[in-house]
């Protein structure tokens, strides 16, 4: 469990990060694996039961070198040669691919613990915990180190898909007022569908976290 815990056993599934504790081969090339831990490295909203043939890569940072990417780079496809692998299965072919690096990497993660509280004017206070990419263990039972240039937020305020209104923030907290509730949609509500992002200078919107509060 403490490997596990460590970053051993990882894959990524169609996006996803995985870990798993338990491979039992089953069959020629074929592997069942068990105590899975989904959604890693905020890869959380990509949960999913992925369908047969879904492409599966194991995580070896020894043997995957990445390469370095400018933000000029960010969203260019770019070509791609490779040669057949030393020692590798019968049949290994050199080859080309077209890969455009969306900046994936860069994305905040999504806030966590998203809450909200009304006074009695109907105004409602909206936070959240943001998290980070680099350095996240919390290990002094103080907050994780912002790992962006600045810390700033986005808060959509949605009314069913449509975007009416989005708020700014520059700490993990904004204030949807009465009256603007009253703007947006004729009368101070009782819910509001809400998403979070945490803006990158490289990316710009990281992976939202939504909830109706």
């Not at 990060?17 to 069959?27: E, K, S």
């Not at 990417?69 to 290994?92: E, K, L």
């Not at 109907?122 to 263990?137: E, F, K, P, Q, Y």
């Not at 002094?140 to 923030?169: C, H, K, M, Q």
């Amino acid at each position: 469990d403490s490997r596990i815990l460590d970053g051993a056993n990882g894959a990524v599934i169609d996006g996803e990060v995985i870990q798993f504790a338990n491979a039992t081969l089953i069959g020629p090339g074929q592997y069942r694996l068990s105590r899975l831990l989904r959604g890693r490295l905020g890869t959380e909203h990509l949960i999913v039961s992925h369908p047969v043939g879904s492409r599966f890569v194991m995580l070896d940072p020894g043997r995957q070198v990445r390469p370095a990417f400018s933000g000029a780079n960010i969203g260019q496809t770019i070509g791609w040669r490779y040669a057949p692998v030393p020692q590798g299965p019968a049949g290994d072919q050199s080859g080309a691919i077209a890969f455009a690096n969306a900046g994936e990497g860069l994305k905040p993660w999504s806030p966590v613990h998203l809450r909200g509280t009304r006074n009695v004017a109907g105004d409602l206070a909206i936070s959240w915990v943001r998290r980070t990419r680099l350095s996240g263990w919390w290990r002094d039972l103080t907050d994780v180190p912002l790992e962006e240039e600045s810390e700033r937020y986005e808060i959509d305020i949605l009314n069913g898909a449509i975007v009416v209104r989005t708020l700014a923030a520059t700490a993990p907290a904004a204030t949807y007022t009465a009256a603007q509730q009253v703007a947006d949609f004729g009368a101070a509500q009782p819910s509001v569908s809400v998403r979070v992002f945490q803006l990158s200078a490289a990316i710009g919107r990281g992976t939202p976290a939504a909830a109706t509060i």
